[in-house]
């Protein structure tokens, strides 16, 4: 098993950056996939970013591609979210979530999940 801690949110203007991280403890980190979600009020949980075991291979949602890079540091056991030129439809809670083998885009595919850190932009 993993457990996964997030940190970096806040309250930032638009425009601004962040960058999130995911510490994991427990199993090594490098055996896992790696994903960002987000949920904003009201909305269903959404993917925003997954890494491979080894990081050669990122995916994004759309909505976020080319602003949100997401990044592994396998001897640190840590994974990070640097989020650019933030709008106030990134609002929301981010959570970080982990599985085993193959690369996922889906919620149901995650099988370990952080508490995770609100992300707050302002207008």
Do not use: H
Not at 3 to 29: F, H, Y
Not at 78 to 99: I, R
Not at 110 to 121: A, F
């Amino acid at each position: 098993q993993v457990q996964l801690v997030e940190s970096g949110g806040g309250l930032v203007q638009a425009g601004g950056s962040l960058r999130l991280s995911c510490a994991a403890s427990g199993r090594t980190c490098s055996s896992y996939v790696m994903g960002w979600f987000r949920q904003a009020p009201g909305k269903e949980r959404e993917f925003v970013a997954a890494i491979k075991r080894s990081g050669d291979s990122t995916y994004y949602a759309d909505s976020v591609k080319g602003r949100f890079t997401i990044s592994r540091d396998n001897a640190k056991n840590t994974v990070y979210l640097q989020m650019n030129s933030l709008k106030p439809e990134d609002t929301a809670v981010y959570y970080c979530a982990a599985k085993l083998w193959a690369i996922a885009l889906v919620t149901t595919d995650y099988d370990y999940w952080g508490q995770g850190t609100q992300v707050t932009v302002s207008s």
